[in-house]
């Protein structure tokens, strides 16, 4: 029996942060790859340079490389003040890869979109992929990429065109040159203890190994639908898909038992009961499948029956496949904004030992202060017209709530995060600590 062939991966913006990951995860495992960028910083795989928002040039490459499916991460960076170059790139750059894919045959595309295309400034508690884009955008660069996953979206089944967007949330890891250079920033200025807002928003970190693994999932799984989607009934397995009990994510925390007459630590005792080393064994064992708490939904529930039935009904699609879908992915641990800051802060204390007291109490500046700070920061950057480090944006950024709902990646996609919270801030900065040493202190400035 033959088995599938396997893709041949082309990478936009393979040569960035996340786009870097990706193709390090399909060369580990085997895969034929190539990178398109303005830039060429590795030289391991084939490189083809040009600009995205030039249909011509992307299907040229894609005619050499020979690629099946693409992985498309490329984007300017957030927080920048340039509103044409976002469109160019983000919206029209997406729009001309899309088309490109099609005149070449090319199967499958990846989008990188983001969780940020559903925020304006107000808290995001545990919302899913239903919720839709904000009436007003929060800016530019999150505007952008709702436009270009909208595009990525209608083209789905046009023309033998798969398509999927993934929405990662909160992005850091080895190669992040905005979240650890702007953390080491205000370490090196000794402003660690200054904090806005008091530190109750839970918010979601995703570490880049995570975001590069869903997109894989997410391309090996863009298969084509069935001809024929059953709109009178639930399928055997789509009800698989729904009703199977989830683990808890405790990458970082770890599973806790809870004691019971079965499976406990025995204590201090007089006399030891007969099963004594079975009770201690029970315990120390994981988690038995049947004490996993079984699934109960609501017809609120995005994934319930009536849920899945209906939009099968109104649009002709199961939201249960990969093509056509988008996909919120994070680590499934959100902490508290602050909390995350000083975790790294705390890491950057080993490497340069005595530059900071982590004991000094923090200075406090309620939301409104700070949002006031950054207004007069902004008109004063515009009056001598240097870009403000300090923003509304920034501060709108760290006060807000900000946690998404993964389950449809979990249940769908098969996702689970595999670097957690804690190992991906030490493996973050160690790679920082390697590019400082090295005298790169261009991440630094």
């Not at 869903?214 to 069935?226: F, I, R, T």
Request: hydrophobic share 40%.
């Amino acid at each position: 029996m033959s088995s599938k062939p396997r893709d041949i991966f082309f990478v936009i913006g393979g040569s960035g942060f996340v786009g870097r990951h990706i193709v390090q995860q399909l060369l580990d495992r085997g895969d034929t790859v190539s990178v398109f960028d303005i830039v060429q910083r590795y030289d391991d795989v084939p490189f083809y340079s040009g600009d995205i928002s030039e249909e011509e040039q992307v299907a040229a490459a894609l005619r050499k490389s020979g690629a099946t499916c693409i992985i498309h991460t490329a984007s300017p960076p957030a927080g920048l003040n340039d509103p044409a170059l976002y469109w160019k790139v983000n919206v029209d750059g997406t729009k001309a890869v899309i088309a490109a894919a099609q005149a070449t045959g090319v199967r499958k595309l990846v989008f990188t979109s983001s969780a940020g295309v559903v925020f304006n400034g107000t808290d995001n508690i545990d919302v899913d992929e239903r919720l839709p884009f904000p009436e007003v955008p929060m800016d530019a660069y999150n505007e952008s990429k709702a436009k270009a996953e909208e595009a990525v979206l209608a083209a789905n089944g046009q023309r033998g065109l798969l398509t999927v967007a993934i929405r990662p949330a909160g992005i850091f890891g080895p190669g992040d040159r905005q979240v650890m250079a702007g953390l080491y920033q205000v370490y090196e200025r000794g402003q660690t203890n200054f904090q806005i807002g008091d530190n109750t928003n839970l918010f979601d970190w995703t570490y880049v190994g995570n975001v590069a693994h869903a997109h894989l999932l997410a391309a090996d799984k863009l298969v084509p639908p069935p001809d024929n989607v059953d709109t009178t009934t639930i399928t055997p397995e789509e009800l698989a898909i729904i009703s199977q009990p989830l683990p808890s994510i405790d990458c970082t925390t770890g599973q806790h038992r809870v004691p019971t007459s079965e499976a406990r630590p025995l204590g201090p005792y007089v006399t030891p009961p007969p099963n004594a080393e079975q009770i201690e064994a029970a315990f120390s064992q994981p988690v038995p499948e049947k004490s996993i708490r079984p699934v109960v939904r609501s017809r609120f529930d995005s994934l319930s029956e009536s849920s899945i039935l209906r939009i099968k009904q109104t649009t002709n699609v199961s939201p249960l496949q990969v093509a056509g879908q988008v996909f919120f992915i994070s680590n499934g641990e959100p902490c508290y904004f602050w909390d995350f800051m000083r975790i790294i802060w705390h890491h950057l204390d080993a490497i340069f030992p005595g530059k900071r007291d982590p004991a000094k109490r923090p200075i406090v500046l309620p939301n409104a202060i700070g949002m006031a700070m950054a207004t007069a920061s902004e008109w004063f950057g515009w009056l001598i017209g240097k870009e403000p480090a300090f923003t509304r944006f920034k501060v709108t950024f760290s006060c807000a709530t900000r946690w998404h709902n993964i389950e449809k990646a979990r249940r769908v996609l098969g996702y689970e995060p595999i670097v957690d919270l804690e190992e991906g801030v030490r493996r973050m900065v160690e790679w920082w600590k390697t590019e400082y040493e090295a005298g790169n202190h261009k991440i630094a400035h």
